[in-house]
């Protein structure tokens, strides 16, 4: 029996995020184990914290050690394999390992009675329609038997949207309950909708919890809970479901494994598909990934093999295929005299499916940009004034920030020169709503955009609205191409195409592709075929061109060059540094004195790129300066950002890129 343990306090301040020695009382022996949660005393107070180790003797004078007072209720322990998840991702993402902690093990409350909400998990056990399983398709079989023949070595499916990916985790997640061990999916949090959800409680009943961002903390942990006790053979979620306890997890899988959502934006800034790959390793668990348009993360480690590359080019249901994709070069309209938002050609086609009562999506591709206003006279749009962000306007007039919710009557006259002539730049979904409504007077539409979506359960609302064909077309912005399978949807219009490739962000190509590969995919998902009219700038552009191809091993070749010439990740490693003050002498002043610090401690093969303002300058009235390193070595990037934290402060962030 060990008879000391070293505690973690839980404060979230570097300088305290290192053990403290406790000794542990007779009657608690039993119960204290690496990554348990504890009452502490710590000076005058008492505080919590998680055990990391035990110790046979003190390393400490022994007199002077105080007793841990309690172990908290309702903490089970975690398997030293959390509190090893939590180093690497204190190594990982330059968090505390109490933040780490925190987020790997989150902290167990309780469900207030009044809070609980049983609407929250539709309908969750109930088998629908028989549901008997597909027979798989060869390419479905080849992915199944491939990955179970090298499990857990991790896997890779590259199959375009509608070819049965979901199919195959139903599969493997069968083979893992055979196995008496459980599954971990990730699906983005707007995917999580009741009709993705149904195919799994069809089948796997009562035995699948799933874990959403409307859930309280404890629902949540309820869940949570349920998992650690057996009850539950798989979890489903966004990224937080990464951290359930289950008993024996053997396999996890993540769907869409390309999209941002998987990035945390709080501390730790963990990305879920990297913690992933490290917490199967850990478990000697398999890892699966799937996506019709892998990140060129994941693509390159299946190409070098680090991965299992399994591809599905066909739709699975047979006589679904995949649809024609049309580009319209929006200058050649204007050219010609169109000075509508809808190019001839997509007007044409939804006249026809509108007569032939088939469904419409119109999505407007907003990603880095918002539909602002600006004068037309001294060209200058209208902007936050505590936020460098463009401000958009809504129906109501009023013009918003949706950076901090600034909003303002919508002016007569330029704030800046005085012109009365200023006028809205580019459109937003409201303006599409009302521009189709004038045209197809009879026509019904459904907008799904932030303002619809903002109340709960919009979204599920509005797609399950849409998906019983209450209306003829939807309209909204990149939500709407995610992962939703619509089979009336016959025409897909993506209004704009290029907005997103002038995002400040080198992987904007990246994104464009992925949107308009996505978005093409939601077009004739049953047994009628289905058309994409792709409008655009640049019809030019390779990231456009290829995804009205679906080309992914074409866009793939050509991004990698750009990546590989200018050293982008993945070709090379790249650190992210901001720093915000309220006085923007202070921020040049610090970003300066770090460009210094890391130019002196340079060798050849480091770049450094900066300072210069960020993209968003200000927010919430901080001035936002950024520096980017490059070095081919990750490591080294990594002990220069640790550097730089020790001896910076709050102010500055940082990221791997
Ligand atoms: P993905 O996850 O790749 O988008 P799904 O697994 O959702 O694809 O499959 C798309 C459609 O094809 C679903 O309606 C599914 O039921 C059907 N399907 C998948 N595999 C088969 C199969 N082997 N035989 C018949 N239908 C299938
Ligand atoms: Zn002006
Ligand atoms: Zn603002």
């Known amino acids: ?63 002077k050690i105080k007793a841990i007072a309690a172990v908290e209720n309702g903490y089970a322990e975690v398997e030293s394999v959390m509190v090893r998840l939590a180093r690497w991702m204190k190594a990982e993402y330059g968090c505390t390992l109490n933040q780490a902690l925190k987020t790997v093990v989150p902290v167990p409350r309780e469900i207030r009675k009044r809070a609980t909400r049983v609407e929250q998990v539709p309908e969750l056990g109930k088998a629908e329609d028989g549901s008997l399983p597909p027979e798989l398709n060869a390419a479905q079989k080849e992915a199944v038997a491939g990955i179970l023949a090298s499990y857990p070595k ?19 997640i069968a083979e893992m309950i055979r196995r008496g061990r459980q599954t971990i999916l990730l699906i983005p949090e707007i995917a999580l909708t009741y009709q993705n959800l149904s195919r799994f409680t069809g089948r796997f009943g009562s035995r699948v919890g799933v874990v959403n961002s409307r859930l309280s903390a404890g629902e949540k942990s309820e869940c949570f809970r349920r998992a650690r006790r057996g009850e539950l053979d798989v979890m489903i979620g966004p990224r937080s479901a990464l951290f359930t306890p289950f008993p024996n997890t053997g396999l996890i899988i993540i769907d869409e494994e390309h999209e941002g959502a998987y990035n945390s934006d709080t501390t730790p800034k963990y990305n879920a598909v990297d913690t992933a790959r490290k917490l199967s390793e850990l478990l000697g668990a398999g890892l699966v990934l799937g996506s019709a348009t892998p990140s060129l993360e994941s693509y390159t480690r299946a190409l070098a093999g680090e991965y299992g590359l399994y591809r599905l080019p066909s739709r699975a249901v047979s006589g679904s295929v995949i649809p024609k994709v049309t580009v319209v070069d929006l200058r050649k309209e204007l050219r010609e005299g169109n000075r509508g938002i809808f190019s001839r050609q997509l007007l044409t086609l939804m006249a026809m499916r509108l007569q032939r009562h088939e469904q419409i999506m ?26 460098d962000v463009s401000m958009t306007v809504h129906k109501n007039g009023r013009l918003v920030c949706h950076y901090c919710g600034h909003n303002v009557p919508m002016p007569d006259r330029c704030p800046a020169c005085g012109s009365p002539y200023i006028a809205g730049f580019g459109v937003g979904t409201q303006k599409v709503e009302a521009e189709v409504k004038k045209l197809f007077p009879e026509a019904s539409t459904l907008r799904m955009d932030m303002d619809t979506t903002s109340r709960k359960d919009g979204h599920s609302k509005i797609l399950a609205a849409f998906g019983t064909g209450e209306a003829d077309i ?53 047994s009628v075929p289905g058309d994409v009219v792709i409008q655009t700038y640049s019809p030019d552009n390779y990231a456009v061109a290829a995804a009205a191809r679906q080309d992914y091993y074409g866009f793939y070749r050509r991004e990698m060059v750009f990546r590989s010439l200018m050293n982008y990740p993945p070709a090379g490693s790249m650190l992210f540094v901001l720093v915000s003050s309220e006085q923007e002498e202070l921020a040049w002043k610090e970003a300066k004195a ?64």
């Not at 195409?497 to 590969?517: G, H, N, V």
């Open 474 to 526: 939807l309209i909204g912005t990149q939500m709407i191409v995610k992962g939703h399978d619509f089979p009336n949807v016959t025409l897909v219009g993506v209004l704009a195409a290029d907005l997103s490739l002038y995002a400040q962000d080198f992987r904007a190509s990246e994104r464009t592709f992925q949107l308009l590969t996505q978005a093409a995919g939601r077009a004739g998902r049953g």
């Open 1 to 63: 029996m060990m008879k000391y343990a070293k505690v973690i306090v839980d404060i979230s301040l570097a300088k305290l995020d290192r053990t403290f020695t406790y000794s542990i009382p007779e009657e608690m022996r039993d119960s204290v184990r690496p990554g348990v949660r504890v009452t502490v005393p710590f000076g005058s107070r008492r505080l919590s914290g998680y055990v990391l180790e035990l110790i046979e003797e003190p390393d400490y004078e022994a007199d």
């Open 154 to 172: 991790p896997a890779l499916i590259f199959g375009v949207t509608g070819s049965g990916k979901t199919e195959i985790y139903m599969s493997l």
């Open 362 to 387: 119109l999505f407007l591709n907003r990603r880095g940009f918002t539909g602002f206003i600006s004068c037309r006279s001294c060209g200058r749009p209208i902007k936050c004034p505590h936020c």
């Open 594 to 657: 770090i460009a210094v610090e890391l130019l002196s401690e340079a060798d050849e093969k480091t770049s450094v790129i900066g300072p210069s303002d960020a993209g968003i300058s200000k927010l919430k009235d901080q001035y936002r300066k950024q520096l980017f390193v490059k070095h081919p070595s990750r490591d080294r990037l990594l002990a220069l950002r640790d550097g730089l934290l020790a001896a910076h402060g709050e102010n500055v962030q940082m990221r791997l890129l």
